[in-house]
């Protein structure tokens, strides 16, 4: 049996549905009232994987005003991979993207001076009232080093678990634990070795398999 941990930290600014998306993602009849996050919090998904191996997800939420150096320092530290949301129908939310990108890649990086993994979410895609252009959201993607973006609506549950799963398999690659021998095409990603908070040079582990899903972006 292994057990493997990856620790995602969801950032933005208040409002664009952290904890919604959070909550929406670890359960699968969430409550997603309303309630503003407070310091920092986080939460567990686990999946199964083959022969009783599993792998943990800690996905922490931070308050979108709590952002003293102490709090980020203990938000950031030891992360894997990071998501970032805005909302579609504010501007503002989305101009703050690159701020909080750039605070990201300087209080989260991995050995060797690499960013982590983090992939850009715009919430709310169910509302009529979009203002922020498809083709800005592409330029931002691309010229801040995201590994993607989606649409995603935390209140329809459309395209939450696609993205998380989508983030999954890229800190697998990042992180050297995915066979790299395996193509998108077979509907697996497979895990080579043990990954921990504590340690992430644990000795190799049998290989495994979790299913993700071929629509994510």
């Known amino acids: 049996m292994s057990n493997i941990v990856f620790k995602v930290i969801v950032i933005g600014n208040s409002s664009v549905g952290k904890t919604a998306f959070v909550k929406s993602y670890v ?3 969430p409550n997603l009232e309303n309630s503003a996050t407070v310091g920092v919090e986080f939460m567990v998904k686990t999946l199964q994987l083959p022969e009783n191996s599993t ?3 800690q996905v922490w939420d931070i308050g979108g005003q709590d952002r003293s150096a102490y709090l980020m320092r203990a938000f950031c530290n030891r992360a894997h991979g990071c998501v970032l949301l805005f ?10 993207v690159t701020q909080w990108k750039r605070e990201i890649e300087e209080k989260c990086l991995e050995d060797g001076r690499k960013p982590i993994p983090c992939i850009l979410l715009a919430n709310k895609c169910d509302l009529n009232e979009r203002s ?3 083709k800005d959201i592409d330029k ?8 993607g973006w989606k649409e995603v609506s935390v209140k329809e549950g459309l395209n939450v678990q696609e993205a998380m799963m989508t983030l999954v398999k890229e800190m697998a690659r990042r992180y050297d634990f995915l066979d790299q021998q395996l193509s998108d095409s077979n509907g697996h990603i497979t895990l080579k070795k043990k990954i921990s908070q504590q340690n992430s040079s644990d000795k190799h582990m049998p290989h495994v398999n979790v299913k993700w899903q071929n629509n994510c972006c």
């Open 27 to 29: 359960f699968e009849k």
């Open 132 to 134: 922020i252009k498809l």
């Open 140 to 147: 931002l993607t691309e010229d801040y080093g995201f590994i």
């Open 55 to 57: 792998i943990k997800v």
């Open 87 to 96: 909302d579609v129908t504010n501007p503002a939310t989305f101009e703050s």
